[in-house]
């Protein structure tokens, strides 16, 4: 599965990654992750995952929702 990474500057990069290797990063303390139907994640560093940075948040979602649905559909 390809999911995104997105860093403390809200930019990000896609990776493929196994199924397994996904719920283990889910897990971790490090991220805020939010799954899309089992299908792709979208890992946020946790600290950057606040409030105030909620237009940031819904922008880079957004935008690498869309990148995501297309790109695992052609896996």
Known sequence: MICGFVDENFR???K???KDEAAATAAQ???FSIG???EYYIFF???TYIEENLDKIMKVTAE???ELMV???QV
Do not use: A, F, G, P
């Open 36 to 38: 899309i139907n089992n």
């Open 12 to 14: 990000y990069i896609t």
């Open 64 to 66: 690498l929702n869309k």
């Open 71 to 73: 790109q695992n559909k």
């Open 29 to 31: 303390d490090k991220y």
């Open 45 to 47: 560093i946790k600290e």
């Open 16 to 18: 493929e990654i196994t």
